[in-house]
């Protein structure tokens, strides 16, 4: 399967616990993003990297979430101290560099905070 | 304002009808678009990429009207498995850097 892979596909974690969830994009994109996505909403910009450089950062991504993309190929999103509102579906996509940016989505990560 | 809006309806359509989804977007600056679908508790996938002349694809037209910066999606003798969230994105290219707005969604609902 060469689409984007995430990992694991569902998580419930009793609050306070941290949890990291893994992306792998499509091997030749090297732009990389991540968004969450809850009930009747669409998906929400949390993150985006371009190879292993962060580039842009939603305001609404609170200190206790951090992602790393460290040699430029798969990608992990940390939440420290999880919160009950923080349980939604986590989406990873991944596009080529360029002006068109269509983007492919993973399968997304349902985390569940008890 | 939402950088991105969408009626969410739904859209109860019988099958074979013809139906249209409107988009507004609030940068003008923004460089691309993009229609995707998803289906219930799945990922979004890409519909179809929306261009400046507009386009067709079989039962699908995307246009673009930049001076009144909305996107339109017109579906073509609906069928029963078009039922999905279509979703409405845009590149508004801020800062320079790319990201992908989504819309709420518009849903839609094909009965027989």
């Known amino acids: 399967d060469t689409g984007v892979s995430q990992d694991p596909r569902h998580k419930i974690t009793k609050r306070g616990q941290n949890v990291t969830f893994r992306c792998d994009p499509i091997?030749?994109?090297?732009?990389l993003y991540w968004y969450r996505q809850t009930l009747g909403q669409g998906p929400e910009f949390l993150t985006y990297?371009?190879?292993?450089?962060?580039?842009?950062k939603s305001r609404l991504l609170s200190d206790r979430f951090s992602a790393e993309r460290p040699k430029g190929s798969f990608s992990t999103l940390e939440i420290q101290r999880t919160e009950q509102g923080d349980s939604a579906m986590y989406l990873c996509?991944?596009?080529?560099?360029?002006?068109?940016?269509?983007?492919?989505f993973g399968q997304g990560t349902r985390l569940t905070v008890v | 304002r939402k950088e991105v809006e969408q009626d969410p309806g739904p859209f109860n359509v019988p099958e074979g009808a013809t139906v249209a989804f409107n988009c507004t977007y609030s940068?003008?600056?923004?460089?691309?678009f993009f229609w995707y679908r998803q289906d219930c508790r799945k990922e979004p996938k890409l519909l179809m990429s929306?261009?400046?002349s507009g386009n067709e694809d079989g039962r699908f037209t995307a246009q673009l009207n930049r001076a009144s910066q909305y996107i339109s999606l017109l579906i073509r003798d609906s069928k029963l498995s078009d039922s999905a969230t279509y979703l409405c994105?845009?590149?508004?290219?801020?800062?320079?850097?790319?990201?992908?707005?989504f819309g709420a969604g518009t849903r839609l609902a094909v009965h027989p």
């Open positions: 996509a991944s596009s080529v560099s360029g002006d068109r940016l269509e983007a492919f």
């Open positions: 990297f371009q190879n292993e450089a962060q580039l842009e």
């Open positions: 091997s030749e994109h090297n732009r």
């Open positions: 929306v261009y400046s």
């Open positions: 940068n003008s600056a923004s460089q691309s």
């Open positions: 994105v845009v590149n508004p290219l801020s800062g320079g850097y790319n990201k992908l707005i």
